[in-house]
């Protein structure tokens, strides 16, 4: 064997080839990586934490080696984003088992799962499922659909907030790949009339992921969504989520009240959750008593209670919310207001000293009040306990690898972005989202119009008297700087 010291630069990655030499259980285990074949030779990468008899196991199989040492950390992550990234994803499994007859035989020896990247000798329906679920985490997926039709089953993956086909298996293969999903979220595989939900926990690539599971019977069979909730601390920061330095500091200041309620809206998918919990993780939990109710709970937050909604057994976000008020809380997070019942609690919690953040399904900020009214909270009730509302969309990015000029304006203008689409971003064009952002504060001007009822045209005008930017108006900011296109600020802002 013959040794280099460490590499300095860039850091090559590791050959297709190199990499089927080990299984990644080897590799990681061993802290052990072959990075490309030579002539008479291999390149091994190494660390002070690799033990000898791993190095020798690899010289006595495949014979010279050039040993290249790394640091530990760094060998560990190469190791990991180097087997993520190893060909034969999804469609390729999905080719591999089509190729088997005995349906019934691909659901015995089904292991329990350490990490999804050690999965080269289970059964094929598994190996489908943890290339299915290592694809869509490697690819940022947050939905992954697993859906029937009369002559074959369609998988899907919904990436920053649009869906793609990834692979079209044969029809044989749905209720395997259901019943394999059903065991891991530890659902009744017997029951196919009834819709069902479930969890599960995993490790891909040694980083860990949430998967909410959702059931549902149809003509041709159950479908499946599985939401996927990568735990990932740098996504709850409000500044790299997009929130403009203005914004972001008159939202602390609403965070940072002693009572009332501040509310975060937008539609399914709008990231409303993620802000609350951006929120929270800026308050001090040394000497607050920060409490949430949720369904479910995505992130487990340090220093903060959080307690799960399970309407099975007659626990709502009602029932939640009169329990937490009892428990001594300074802050209140509640995933989501649906009811008279849960947005009472929540005024009256408000009134009452504590401060309460919630989310709600508006198109915008001003209908929010609408909306509670509808509900059956009393105007003047809102008018009293409202401190500000944000209303929120993600806007997709532009992808750095391919997106081109389209249009020059003159005067000095910017230029006009639009999508091209490449390998790196899936042909779509985009790759990752940011917010925008529209926050209303409710001032001496706004509770008047709430307490009368006032349409929410007024509203908005009094907000925009105020200094609020639209969501709209938000958006542009990102077009100016050419991070995102005119087509996707018109998609997603086109209802104003």
Not at 37 to 52: F, K, N
Not at 154 to 175: E, I, Q, Y
Not at 198 to 227: F, K, M, N, W, Y
Not at 399 to 415: F, S, V, Y
Request: proline share 4%; with cysteine; net charge negative.
């Amino acid at each position: 064997m013959n040794e280099l010291n460490s590499i300095s630069g860039s850091r090559p990655t590791a050959t297709a080839e190199a990499l089927r030499m080990l299984p990644y259980g080897f590799a990681r285990a061993g802290q052990i990586l072959i990075m490309k074949q030579h002539a008479d030779t291999l390149e091994v990468w190494i660390s002070e934490r690799t033990p000898v008899p791993a190095i020798a196991e690899v010289a006595r199989n495949f014979g010279r080696l050039t040993l290249v040492r790394v640091p530990p950390d760094e060998l560990a992550q190469a190791i990991n984003t180097a087997y993520s990234r190893q060909d034969g994803g999804a469609a390729q499994v999905i080719g591999e088992v089509e190729g088997e007859v005995d349906l019934s035989r691909l659901m015995q020896d089904i292991p329990e799962i350490e990490d999804l990247l050690e999965s080269e000798d289970d059964a094929p329906i598994i190996r489908m499922i943890n290339a299915l679920l290592t694809q869509a985490a490697r690819e940022g997926a947050s939905d992954i659909h697993i859906e029937p039709f009369e002559t074959s089953s369609v998988v899907r993956f919904r990436v920053d907030g649009t869906l793609r086909d990834v692979v079209r298996p044969k029809k044989a293969l749905h209720g395997a790949l259901i019943s394999r999903i059903k065991i891991m979220a530890q659902l009744d595989i017997a029951e196919k009339r009834l819709p069902q939900d479930g969890r599960i926990t995993l490790r891909v690539g040694g980083r860990p992921v949430d998967v909410r599971v959702s059931t549902l019977p149809t003509g041709h069979g159950e479908r499946a969504v599985l939401r996927l909730l990568e735990k990932d601390a740098a996504r709850l920061n409000l500044e790299t989520l997009g929130m403009a330095s203005d914004t972001l500091a008159k939202f602390d200041t609403l965070i940072g009240r002693p009572h009332g309620i501040v509310l975060v809206t937008g539609p399914t998918g709008s990231g409303k959750t993620t802000t609350l919990y951006a929120a929270m993780s800026r308050l001090e939990t040394a000497t607050t008593n920060i409490m949430t109710v949720e369904d479910p709970i995505e992130y487990d937050l340090t220093g903060i209670g959080q307690t799960q909604v399970n309407e099975r057994i007659g626990m709502n976000f009602a029932r939640a919310l009169r329990s937490i008020l009892r428990q001594d809380p300074d802050v209140i997070m509640i995933g989501e207001i649906r009811d008279l019942e849960t947005a009472q609690i929540a005024v009256q919690a408000s009134l009452t000293g504590h401060l309460v953040l919630a989310t709600l399904h508006t198109n915008d900020a001003a209908s929010a009040v609408t909306r509670l009214a509808d509900m059956g909270v009393e105007p003047y009730l809102l008018a009293s306990s409202l401190l500000g509302i944000l209303a929120q969309r993600l806007v997709r990015q532009l992808c750095t690898a391919c997106k081109a000029t389209r249009i020059e304006l003159g005067d000095g203008a910017q230029a006009k972005w639009h999508a091209v689409g490449c390998e790196k971003c899936g042909r779509s064009g985009y790759s990752g989202r940011r917010g925008v952002y529209e926050l209303l504060l409710i001032d001496d001007e706004i509770r008047p119009l709430i307490h009368r009822n006032a349409a929410d045209a007024e509203i908005l005008a009094a907000g925009r008297a105020q200094g609020m930017r639209t969501l709209r108006e938000d958006a542009n900011r990102w077009l100016a700087s050419g991070l995102t296109s005119l087509e996707e600020v018109l998609r997603v802002t086109g209802g104003e």
